[in-house]
């Protein structure tokens, strides 16, 4: 049984690829691709049924998709739009959930207000993988795609708290809002605090102890688990802490790592990590709607249909409604400080409101209600909820990601932003990290630059610009050359390669160029590191 297990998941995980692949071709985004994949794949007679434990959803797949969209979110951008970004995670979660829950329970036959808000928090965060798919090969301004990737890390929170409430006032039957609100910044705060000191640990020992490129690896994809369950256990925002430690472990990042081929290899093993994952959430949407329209109960499909059609409609239109007059606040306070001259205030806010995609948080959501009341009684529409939410994560996933760059096209945004152009900014950063090392070798190789022949062509090669890194390598390898010239040869790039990047972590600081960069730039000193010191795990 447990060898049949293992080679059904294997499966499911080519099918997965060979799916992605296959939308690639189609040009269409995978996770829409792979939703309808696996309703279609669900209904082929012989497919095992795919049921997950609920309690196991938010453990297994939740923190190391969030750790990771932390991880590559730039904190300065993040800092700089933090206003918009707090409006929709935190005003608008809330507002949705408020007018879901009043909608759906006046709509829905025996659905309590506490049910209401239930199915508001679950249906109320955007899907951050689902819209950067989408937007992968449409140009949108950077400042649109920060706003969104940082709602989408702040959202899951705010609609967890709310989804949490009304799950604990179904099952005792009381709700207070005062107590509830008090409790929701709680939880929030204590979780950032707990996300924090678990970071601070790792920081630690990725620091001081004599990790390896394997080892700093294997602890960051134990870090989201520590800092998700650590909160958990003690009732806080496992979300906010796998962000909040996230995003600091981020930003430290050049000093953590004691091996370039550790960054080099942490990088690889997440994007495959976050890769097979996403994958697996958007395909399992697809095959789980079968089960759930089989447990349906006393609503027909067309009933079930039809409010989960209307619940995604207001949704849809709730986050236009909220997003398009919000843009307008500043203009009204008088502040045009971060006006676009070139683009109708209209267009960014209707990118941003159409790129409401539902998806991983919302399944996990769903899925995880429980199945049973404390007194042994069926979760009250436990299988109409889910099914409304798989309808909101088809609709708003296929119509609006479909429709999404359609929009983008005929509105033609202007990207204006306050970076120069990515070509200018590699250049701009490269200079800067020349005129570093041509300071380090003056000021501490002066002299084997004259004596060591390989340290004074770096010299040149560095002062005509250090294009020609081949020819470099070429000289290493001489046969004639010196051993010892060699490895002093070797000492000195590594010096300059380690004082290039606290350069860059000094241009971070400034907040001149865009991190991606930077990131960029450090990625390549990485390469160029290992070309030296060989790629030991």
Known sequence: MFQENILFILVLLFATFMLIMLAQKLKISYPIFLVLAGLAISFIPGVP??????????????PPLLYEAAWYTSWNDFWKWRRPIAMLAFGLVFFTSVIVAYVSSSMIPGFTLALGFLLGGIISPPDAVAATSVLKNVKI????????????????????IVFRFAVVAIISGKFSLGEAVGQFFIAAIMGVVIGLAIAHVMYVVHRFLPTTPSIDTSLTLMSPYFMYIAAEHFHYSGVMAVVAGGLFLSYRSHEIFSHSNSRIQAVGVWATVGFVLNGLVFI????????????????????????GLIISLITILVRLVYVLPIAYVPKWLGNTKRMDPQNPLWK????????????????ASALSVPLLLK???AFPHRNLILFITFIVILVTLVFQGLTLPLIIKWIKIKDIEDFPPSGEQEAAIKVRLMRTALKRLNERYSLEAKDNELIGFLKRQLESDAILINERLESLECVDTEKEEIELYNHVLLDLYEVQRKELFAIRRERTFNDEEIRRQEYQLDFEEAKITGASH
């Open 49 to 62: 049924v795919i049921e997950i434990e609920p309690e196991l959803i938010f453990v297994i797949f939740l």
């Open 141 to 160: 301004p950077g400042r649109l795609t920060t706003v969104l990737e940082g709602e989408s890390l702040i959202n899951d929170a705010s609609s967890l």
């Open 284 to 307: 399992l949407i697809g095959l789980e709607l079968p089960v759930v329209i089989e447990n349906l109960g006393d609503y027909s499909i067309a009933e079930a249909i039809k409010y």
């Open 348 to 363: 960014g806010p209707l990118i941003v409101g159409w790129a409401g995609m539902r998806g991983v948080v919302s399944l």
């Open 375 to 377: 007194n042994g009684e």
